[in-house]
């Protein structure tokens, strides 16, 4: 570390010390480095996966402000990487560990790229991504158009509901292409952030810089597409970047909670556009694959956990984000406790989750849990098809969506493909009346409810 990054560093924990108890300052800050500081983009290596998790959830704002107060630098975005990664020689191997398995070399390996893609999760890489029917398609497809970009699959669009692991897919292919040519142009970008830069753009008469900028990538991912429906400037924008990007065999993959066809007040031409590659669905994960991920995620923060452990926790987890989160949970204990993990910790960790999870539903639990419980898909029953078990579970979730969630008529139909305030109040009337009747559709709620409060 050069000495501008060292008196800078230094002055950062110097700040943070007084704020701390020794005992947190000396095993979460003192360990650290500020290894680099370019472009806006600050790297800072820590002892573990684990003591950087900490210090994102702690100190990372605080961090991020300290940074650039000291450096004089202005919205640094900040990186953390494992020191042990920081410390690996180029020469290493670099050899594809099998499906479903962790070392630290794809992490090291994408790691490298951290400096060109700062938006880009370099653990986020095919090689920790657990595979099984519900997520194949998308992964063998993801994987194609990494090996050979713009060549097949142009545009590949993965959809899905949250948590199933669409923007995994979407990181590993970035990292993928970057670790095969270091020289391609990559552009990793939520829609949000789209939208912001075109907005900027015409604010400050920087259009053609905004437009040279999204054009001339070789790769353009946009994570979460659909929040650009009803916004006439970034679709237009989006709309003649898509083409000139598409002609030049640039590759473009975009991620959205839809298919194109249900997402709403979207430009009919860019609808197609985004229909004309390959559009495939990413679905819920089940038991078997909650279960696997657990598995690996432990295996990459550098624990084995007993497969009792991992099935309770697969049991307790509503999707692939909250897994992470409730193994991290028994993990921090294990390592503060200097206990081995066990059944008994496990469920004494997770514990206060399962009793507070009732408390804060998300609307798109609902329908992942009315889908999973009726076993149809989250585009079915978002979907125009008016077959009875469709029609079932739609108010159902109506139903639920409006009494436990206590959510508008409008918010309703907005969730459920675009529906009329209208249509939803008949959906739940409908199931209000067979409940007060006493009909069969009661079980239904109860055990829906049962799934959502764990």
Request: charged share 25%.
């Amino acid at each position: 570390m050069d000495i501008h990054l060292t008196t800078v560093w230094n002055s950062v924990l110097a700040d943070i010390k007084p704020q701390v108890s020794d005992g947190k300052f000396g095993t979460l800050l003192k360990p650290t480095e500020l290894l680099s500081l370019t472009d806006g983009l600050a790297t800072i290596s820590a002892p573990s996966p684990i003591i950087i998790n900490m210090l994102r959830e702690r100190f990372l704002p605080e961090i991020k402000i300290l940074l650039e107060k000291h450096s004089k630098i202005k919205d640094i975005s900040i990186v953390f990487v494992p020191s042990a990664y920081q410390k690996k020689s180029k020469n290493t191997s670099t050899e594809e560990p099998p499906l479903l398995s962790i070392d630290s070399e794809p992490i090291a390996k994408a790691q490298t790229s951290i400096g060109h893609l700062p938006r880009v999760r370099a653990d986020f890489t095919f090689e920790n991504f657990a595979v099984s029917g519900s997520n194949q398609l998308a992964f063998v497809s993801s994987t194609t158009v990494a090996k050979n970009p713009g060549k097949s699959y142009n545009p590949l669009f993965i959809y899905g509901p949250v948590g199933v692991g669409k923007t995994h897919l979407m990181n590993a292919i970035a990292n993928e292409v970057y670790s095969n040519n270091p020289n391609r142009k990559i552009i990793y970008i939520t829609s949000e952030e789209f939208t912001n830069e075109v907005v900027d753009a015409i604010r400050h008469n920087e259009t053609a810089q905004m437009k040279r900028r999204f054009r001339s990538a070789q790769l353009l991912l946009i994570d979460d597409i659909q929040f650009i429906e009803g916004k006439e400037k970034v679709q237009e924008e989006l709309f003649h970047t898509f083409n000139i990007l598409i002609d030049g065999e640039s590759q473009i993959v975009l991620s959205s909670d839809r298919p194109p066809h249900e997402i709403k007040k979207l430009e009919k031409r860019l609808s197609s556009r985004f229909a004309g590659g390959l559009s495939v669905d990413v679905g819920p994960p089940d038991f078997e694959l909650k279960t696997a991920i657990i598995l690996i995620k432990a295996k990459k923060y550098g624990h084995e956990i007993p497969m009792d452990v991992a099935k309770l926790l697969a049991d307790n987890a509503q999707d692939t984000r909250s897994l992470e989160g409730l193994l991290l949970r028994i993990i921090t204990l294990s390592t503060t406790t200097d206990k081995e993990i066990t059944l008994e910790m496990a469920e004494r960790a997770i514990g206060g989750v399962t009793q507070e999870r009732s408390k804060h539903i998300h609307p798109d639990d609902v329908i992942n849990y009315v889908c999973e419980y009726y076993r149809i898909k989250t585009t079915q029953l978002k979907g125009p098809k008016r077959d009875a078990a469709l029609v079932k579970a739609r108010h159902v979730a109506m139903y639920i969506l409006k009494n436990n969630l206590k959510l508008t008529l409008k918010d309703i139909g907005g969730l459920l493909g675009g529906r009329d305030h209208t249509t939803i109040m008949h959906g739940v009337e409908k199931v209000e009346k067979s409940v007060n009747n006493k009909g069969e559709i009661v079980e239904d709620i109860m055990g829906i409810t049962k799934l959502l409060s764990g």
